[in-house]
């Protein structure tokens, strides 16, 4: 079974700490992802990478940054949390086409 | 307009009754079509792929209709299991899997 592991299930940070999610997965995907779900928006794409080192902005970006040192592991950065960042953040990954995605639990931050 | 549009709900249904939903996504040259089922607190897992011919998965049928943009999903016999929220998903030809666009859910729940 394909396994995509979130450091955390529940966070709850302070406006303007640095926050780390991390996500890890065992199938050797290439792809992976960081969304973030808000009721009635939906999964909305924050960053992607396709390879270890490589990274594409998604649909939004600002105020998170990644970092995928190893393939195998990819982080969300909140550089300075503020409370409209509080929301479920979900990890996934893939393997190049069909593009099934396989996700983590989700973590759920609450910045206050 | 929302690339990929599915209708909220919620769906409150009986036990036993047949159910559908649709999904209609803007994107002529969108190629590979999913369904997901995410229960609550918990993250969306792949129920299952749509193709053009349609296709049947035990109690769950897919559909693709092109010439009007919409995919369908259809429940028969419904189990109070069932309950959860379906994402669709779409992805264009030959796009990369930065491009998995998830629709917004549709809220089922089976009532005894």
């Known amino acids: 079974d394909v396994k995509v592991t979130q450091s955390s299930r529940y966070l709850v940070k302070r406006t303007g700490e640095k926050v780390f999610l991390e996500c890890v997965q065992d199938m050797d995907h290439e792809n992976m992802f960081w969304y973030r779900q808000d009721p009635g928006l939906g999964l909305r794409l924050i960053y992607f990478?396709?390879?270890?080192?490589?990274?594409e902005k998604g649909d939004i970006p600002e105020g998170y940054s990644v970092s995928r040192e190893k393939k195998e592991r990819f982080s969300l950065i909140l550089e300075s949390a503020s409370t409209n960042q509080t929301s479920m953040y979900l990890c996934a990954s893939s393997s190049p086409g069909p593009f099934e995605a396989f996700f983590g639990q989700g973590t759920r931050l609450t910045v206050v | 307009r929302k690339e990929v549009e599915q209708d909220p709900g919620p769906f409150n249904v009986p036990e036993g009754a047949t159910v559908a939903f649709n999904c209609t996504y803007s994107n002529s040259a969108s190629q590979s079509f999913f369904w997901y089922r995410q229960d609550c607190r918990k993250e969306p897992k792949l129920l299952m792929s749509?193709?053009?011919s349609g296709n049947e998965d035990g109690r769950f049928t897919a559909q693709l209709n092109r010439a009007s943009q919409y995919i369908s999903l259809l429940i028969r016999d419904s189990k109070l299991s069932d309950s959860a929220t379906y994402l669709c998903?779409?992805?264009?030809?030959?796009?990369?899997?930065?491009?998995?666009?998830f629709g917004s859910g549709t809220q089922l729940t089976v009532l005894p």
């Open positions: 749509v193709y053009s």
């Open positions: 998903v779409v992805t264009p030809e030959g796009g990369s899997a930065r491009q998995l666009t």
């Open positions: 990478s396709y390879d270890v080192k490589m990274k």
